[in-house]
C-alpha cells in the first residue's frame, strides 16, 4: 500500500509541475516558465532551446540542454553537445579574431567524451569523421541559413536522445486548468476575476520551496512579487553576492520610490564596498551582521514591501494535497454527464485530448445501465475501405503484427517464425516518408512486401516443440527483437541482416517482452519469471518473481512507472520499476468483476490505454477495463453466447474505441469506455477466394491500430493474408455520417511527423 500511495503522489507531483508549468505561461512569467523547466526536468521546449541557437547565442543553449542531460550520458546527447560546440567554434573567429576559438577547442570540445557502449555494438551509432570537418571561412556562410539546419538536425537527434524521451510534447490541457481545478476546490473564491489569485501564486511558492527549486522559487517571487523573501535577501548579502541581491530587490521597488527603499539600495552599495576594501576586513563580520539588521529594519517600514514579508502558514504540500483530494473526489463521478469542463479537473488525462476527455466524461459509468444502440453491419468489401497486402502467402498464421512507431510500415511474423515487412516507399532501401489515410487500390506509391537488395530474409530460430513454441517481437529504432520460441534475435529492419542473439534456445525461454525507457529490456520466460536486461550494460539487472506459470503478456505505463505481468497462471502482477518491487497482484482473473461466474480462462493480452492511465485485459471469453496501478475494474464486457472465442483486442491511437477479433471470423469495433458496440465487421467476403468452391474458415488472429490514424486497423488472418480496414469518407466507425468527396485528397498520403 505504501509503495502504490508513493506511485500516486509521484505521478499527482508531475502532472501538478505541467499545470504550474501552463499557469506561468498563460500569466507570462517566462523567466520563472523556463527556470521550472530546467529545474524539474519535465519538459523540453524546443521551441525556445533553437531560439538561441537562431540568435547565435550558444552559451545559454549549451545551459538550457545541460539541465536535461549531458556529454557522457549517450550517444545522441554527445553529438547534440558537439553540434553546439562546432558552430559556436566555426563562428568564434568572426567575434574574437580567433582567441575564442582556441578557448572552445581547448575547454569545450574536448570535453566531449569518445566511447562506444558496452552492449550491443552493432546498434550504438559513432560520430562520423565528416563532422570534424569544420568550415574554415563562415564569412561565405549565410549563417541564418546553417544555423536553421542545424536546429532541424538538432530536432532529429532530440527525438531519438533517451534522455529527452517523453519531455519534448507537452500535454494537451484545457485552457487555465490548474485556475479551473482552485476554482473546484474554492468555488466561492473568483479565481477568473483575480480574487484569489493571489493564494494560488502562494501555493505554488510553497510547493516550489518543498521541492527546493531554488532558481524558480526566487524567480517566481521577483515576477509575481506577492512575497518579498527577506530570509533570501539576508542569504545572497551574507555570500557576499551584491549583484544578485540588488536585482532581488530591483524586482520590487526602486531607489527612487521612496526614502526606505533608497535606503536599502545605499546599504547594499555599502556592503558592496566594504567586501572590496582591505581596510574592512577586520571586523567585516561585524559590519556585515549591522548592514542585515540595517536592511531588515528598513525592509519593515518600506511602504512597498511591509505587506509582502509574511508567508502565509499552512499545511505541508497544500497544493499537492488540495489536488489529490480533488481528483480522489472526482474520479468516482467522473463518468456523470457533464455540461462543461471548465470547472472539472484534466489532471489524470493529461495526456489526452480535449475533445477525447469530453467524450470520456460524457460516457456512461461501471455501474450505469447502457442503452442499445442500433449495431452497424460491414458485410461487403463495398462498404468500407479495404487493402489486401502483397504477399507471397505462406498459410501460415500470422501471429504478430504492429504498424511502426511512425506508421510507415506494417511487420508481422508468421507461426513458421518468418517476418513480412510492408511499406508504401518508392525506394528499394527507403522506408514511407508518408502514412495512407484513404485506403485505395489505385492509390500511388502502393504498399510492397518489403525485400533488401541482398536477398535476406527475417526468420526465427523455431522452438523444439510445438508446445513450446510462443512469438514476440518488439521495435526500438530501427531493429528488431524478435523470438518464436528459440533465442531473441536482433535484426536490422533495412538490410534484414541478423545482428545479435541472446537468451536460451531451451528452458527457461522468453515468452514475452517490451523495452521500457531508457535502456531496458523485459523480459518474460516461460517458468514465471521475468528478467529485466540492461541493454547499455549488456547485464541482467533485476529478477522478477511472482508467477508461478509462464508469462503471457507484459506493459509498461509510462505515467505510474509500473510494469504489469500477466501468466498462465491467472495472475496480474503490478511491478514499480523505481525500486523493482511487486505493488500488487490479484491471484484470481475471474473476481476482478463480478458478472462471470465460470472457470477462469487465460489472459491471453493486456495493453495500456494511449493516456497509460488504464489497462486493458483481455481473455478468450471477455475482456475487462482496469484501473492503474491498483487494478480496480472499471468495466466488463462478455461478448453473445454465440460468438466464438475472442483472439485478440486493441485500443485506438486515440483511446475511443477497443477493436475486438474472433474466431466467428468477425471483429466488433466497441466504444472504449461504455463497450457499447459501434460496428460489426464480417470478414467473410474479404477472405473467401473468388470464385469459392469450398469454404474456408478465416478468422482474425491479431488486430493491430494504426498510431496516428485512430479509424484504421490491420488485421492478420489465420491464413497468412493481412488486410488494412478503416471506414468509407472521414467518419468513425458505425457512424452515420455522410461520405465525404475524397478528391481533394486523391493522393491518399498525409505526412508522418
Known amino acids: 500500500m505504501g509503495d502504490s500511495t508513493m506511485i500516486l503522489d509521484e505521478t499527482n507531483r508531475k502532472n501538478l509541475i505541467f ?11 517566462e523567466k520563472s ?14 521551441s525556445y532551446f533553437s531560439g538561441f541557437i537562431t540568435n547565435g547565442k550558444w552559451k545559454d543553449a549549451e545551459d538550457y540542454l545541460s539541465s536535461f542531460t549531458s556529454p557522457d550520458t549517450n550517444t545522441f546527447s554527445r553529438k547534440m553537445f558537439f553540434d553546439l560546440y562546432k558552430w559556436k567554434f566555426s563562428e568564434a573567429p568572426d ?6 576559438s582556441a578557448n572552445i577547442f581547448s575547454n569545450d570540445l574536448r570535453r566531449i567524451p569518445v566511447f562506444k557502449d558496452d552492449g550491443f555494438e552493432d546498434l550504438v551509432e559513432v560520430i562520423a569523421v565528416d563532422d570534424l570537418r569544420i568550415p574554415e571561412k563562415t564569412g561565405s556562410v549565410d549563417k541564418a541559413l546553417v544555423r536553421a539546419s542545424l536546429c532541424v538536425d538538432l530536432r532529429k537527434l532530440a527525438e531519438s536522445n533517451p534522455s529527452l524521451c517523453g519531455k519534448l510534447v507537452f500535454p494537451n490541457l484545457n485552457k487555465s486548468a490548474l485556475l479551473s481545478l482552485i476554482s473546484l476546490i474554492c468555488p466561492n473564491s473568483n479565481v477568473r476575476m483575480g480574487g484569489s489569485k493571489e493564494d494560488l501564486i502562494r501555493l505554488i511558492l510553497q510547493f516550489l520551496h518543498e521541492a527546493k527549486y531554488k532558481n524558480t522559487l526566487h524567480r517566481f517571487e521577483q515576477e509575481t512579487k506577492v512575497f518579498f523573501n527577506l530570509n533570501y535577501l539576508a542569504e545572497v548579502m551574507k555570500l557576499g553576492e551584491m549583484g544578485k541581491a540588488e536585482e532581488y530587490l530591483a524586482a520590487f521597488t526602486d531607489k527612487h520610490a521612496n526614502i526606505y527603499s533608497k535606503a536599502m539600495f545605499l546599504e547594499l552599495q555599502k556592503l558592496k564596498w566594504e567586501a572590496t576594501t582591505p581596510s574592512g576586513s577586520l571586523d567585516n563580520t561585524s559590519q556585515k551582521t549591522k548592514l542585515l539588521a540595517s536592511v531588515a529594519m528598513l525592509a519593515k517600514k518600506n511602504p512597498a514591501l511591509k505587506d509582502i514579508l509574511s508567508f502565509p502558514k499552512m499545511a505541508k504540500s497544500r497544493l499537492l494535497t488540495l489536488m489529490k483530494q480533488t481528483m480522489d473526489w472526482w474520479r468516482p463521478h467522473s463518468c456523470s454527464n457533464s455540461n462543461s469542463l471548465e470547472h472539472i479537473p484534466v489532471v489524470p488525462y493529461l495526456c489526452g485530448e480535449p475533445s477525447s476527455l469530453k467524450n470520456k466524461l460524457n460516457g456512461t459509468g461501471p455501474r450505469t445501465k447502457v442503452g442499445n444502440c442500433k449495431l452497424k453491419e460491414i458485410n461487403h468489401p463495398s462498404e468500407c475501405s479495404s487493402l489486401v497486402l502483397p504477399d507471397y502467402w505462406s498459410g501460415e498464421r500470422i501471429a504478430c503484427l504492429t504498424y511502426s512507431p511512425c506508421g510507415d510500415y506494417i511487420l508481422a511474423l508468421a507461426d513458421d517464425a518468418t517476418h513480412k ?4 516507399s518508392t525506394g528499394q532501401n527507403e522506408f514511407c516518408k508518408h502514412t495512407p489515410r484513404v485506403l485505395k487500390e489505385d492509390v500511388f506509391p502502393k504498399p510492397r512486401l518489403h525485400q533488401p537488395m541482398s536477398g535476406k530474409t527475417m526468420k526465427n530460430e523455431i522452438a523444439t516443440s510445438v508446445e513450446d513454441s510462443t512469438s514476440c517481437f518488439a521495435i526500438k529504432g530501427s531493429y528488431l527483437f524478435s523470438t518464436s ?7 536490422d529492419l533495412k538490410s534484414f541482416e541478423r545482428v545479435a542473439a541472446f537468451g536460451s534456445p531451451i528452458k527457461p525461454m522468453a515468452t514475452y517482452f517490451i523495452f521500457i525507457p531508457v535502456d531496458l529490456l523485459a523480459v518474460g520466460l516461460d517458468d514465471g519469471s521475468i528478467l529485466i536486461h540492461c541493454l547499455s550494460s549488456r547485464k541482467i539487472k533485476e529478477k522478477l518473481d511472482g508467477h508461478d506459470q509462464r508469462i503471457t503478456c507484459l506493459a ?6 509500473v510494469l504489469v505481468s500477466s501468466g498462465a497462471d491467472g495472475k496480474l502482477c503490478v511491478w514499480s520499476t523505481k525500486r523493482w518491487l511487486k505493488l500488487t497482484s490479484i491471484d484470481s482473473i475471474q473476481n476482478f468483476c463480478t458478472r462471470l461466474n465460470n472457470v477462469s480462462s487465460l489472459v491471453t493480452q493486456i495493453q495500456f490505454d494511449p493516456y497509460q492511465i488504464e489497462l486493458l485485459v483481455v481473455q478468450d471469453k471477455w475482456i475487462s477495463r482496469h484501473a492503474a496501478p491498483t487494478l480496480d475494474c472499471l468495466r466488463q464486457w462478455v461478448p453473445d453466447e454465440s460468438e466464438a472465442a475472442i483472439t485478440s483486442a486493441t485500443y485506438s491511437s486515440d483511446g475511443e474505441i477497443i477493436c475486438v477479433g474472433f474466431r466467428s471470423e468477425s471483429i466488433k469495433i466497441l466504444d472504449s469506455m461504455t463497450f457499447l458496440i459501434k460496428c460489426r465487421i464480417n470478414l467473410t467476403a474479404f477472405t473467401q477466394p473468388i470464385p469459392s468452391n469450398i469454404r474456408v474458415k478465416v478468422y482474425p488472429a491479431v488486430v493491430a491500430a494504426h498510431p496516428s490514424h485512430p479509424s484504421q486497423i490491420s488485421v492478420g488472418l489465420s491464413n497468412g493474408r493481412v488486410i488494412v480496414l478503416q471506414p468509407l469518407g472521414r467518419g468513425g466507425w458505425g457512424e452515420a455520417d455522410a461520405l465525404e468527396d475524397d478528391r481533394d485528397n486523391s493522393d491518399g498520403l498525409e505526412h508522418c511527423y
Open 19 to 29: 499545470l504550474i508549468l501552463q499557469f506561468l505561461h498563460e500569466e507570462g512569467y
Open 33 to 46: 516558465l523556463h527556470l521550472l523547466e530546467q529545474d524539474s526536468g519535465a519538459f523540453f521546449d524546443y
Open 95 to 100: 567575434r574574437s579574431g580567433g582567441s575564442e
Open 421 to 424: 515487412l510492408w511499406t508504401w
Open 485 to 491: 520460441g528459440g533465442k531473441i534475435a536482433v535484426f
Open 556 to 561: 509498461f505505463s509510462r505515467c505510474f512507472n
